[in-house]
């Protein structure tokens, strides 16, 4: 590949490349990786500077850190990815609330305008206006979910519960952001997925892939949506059919307390017996509450119930 690496940067590159238990490795993960190897070199004399540059400072201690960690030639020079790469493992070092941009830049994270604002109201800043960086990167890592390589979406898709076919799998690709190094955001591609209703899920699997989806369930709640889905005989669902039955569980939220008004104000009028048998069925959490479009759902899937037609011109109720 006409790349001449030292013995150091052979060893390091060795050491951080993903292994099989044949000791072999996929050369688009040996390809990858060698991007840390090639580029600019800095001299690690200078290295304080560039990450002031950067936007981080270091103390002495994390300079110090961050120096054994790095793979310097003979000539005391390093390559700035490996460094970019180290820094990011490493998190260590202090930012400056007005260099956060900087920060970003720099170290190749690109956040959309919603993930920006997202990272900003979460961070807690110091009185000196100052944050340290693990923090950024473990808020930035909790927005986007962190990084995936393209070549393993599938994978890890298929982990969680969720297959595609080839032309569903090719469709998402073409609509996610891909980084030069091939990855993609975990968050991203699952909204991805929400947004073009792809694949297909396993039910057994639904609680891990709701807490991927961003979707908060109660234990109730998620139990009564694995009874309501259409699954096949083999206990799977489209994704299209799950994005369906969890349009219920989102909205506002309805206090039972208040049912018997509510069903007045719709034109519904249920004897004690009927209101008691409707709200044994409903998925109530602790609080009492229920999803209004949940409500909603099973009252017009109610089958003993009375309609009051309400007279006024202006509110003719419901037929």
């Not at 238990?21 to 190897?37: D, F, H, M």
């Not at 936007?55 to 390093?78: F, H, Q, W, Y």
Request: with cysteine; hydrophobic share 35%; aromatic share 2%.
């Amino acid at each position: 590949m006409d790349m001449e690496l030292t013995e150091m940067e052979k060893e390091d590159l060795v050491e951080k490349l993903p292994l099989d238990g044949n000791k072999k490795v996929e050369l688009r993960n040996l390809l990858n990786s060698l991007k840390n190897y090639t580029g600019k070199k800095i001299d690690v004399n200078d290295l304080l500077r560039v990450m002031r540059d950067m936007g981080i400072e270091l103390n002495k201690k994390e300079e110090e850190t961050l120096l054994r960690a790095l793979p310097v030639d003979d000539a005391g020079m390093v390559f700035q990815n490996r460094l970019l790469e180290e820094v990011k493992t490493r998190k260590g070092g202090m930012v400056k609330v007005n260099n956060l941009d900087t920060v970003l830049g720099s170290l190749g994270i690109k956040l959309t305008d919603k993930e920006h604002e997202s990272l900003t109201e979460n961070l807690p800043l110091t009185a000196d206006g100052k944050i340290h960086l693990e923090k950024v990167l473990d808020t930035v890592e909790s927005i986007t979910g962190g990084d995936i390589d393209v070549c393993h979406v599938a994978n890890v898709l298929k982990e969680m519960g969720i297959t595609l076919t080839d032309n569903e799998h090719r469709d998402l690709l073409e609509q996610l952001p891909i980084s030069a190094d091939e990855k993609v955001h975990k968050n991203r591609m699952m909204d991805g997925l929400k947004s073009l209703s792809h694949g297909t899920v396993d039910v057994n699997k639904i609680d891990t892939i709701l807490k991927n989806m961003g979707w908060k369930l109660t234990n109730d709640e998620i139990k009564d949506l694995k009874k309501n889905v259409p699954a096949d005989v083999h206990g799977r669902v489209s994704m299209k059919n799950l994005l369906k039955g969890l349009e219920a569980f989102t909205g506002s939220k309805f206090d039972m307390r208040f049912l018997p008004a509510m069903m007045n104000k719709m034109g519904l009028e249920l004897t004690d017996k009927e209101r008691m048998k409707l709200m044994s069925e409903l998925p109530i959490d602790e609080s009492g509450k229920i999803y209004k479009n949940r409500l909603l759902n099973e009252v017009k899937s109610f089958e003993d119930r009375y309609i009051k037609c309400n007279d006024d011109k202006n509110d003719p109720g419901i037929s």
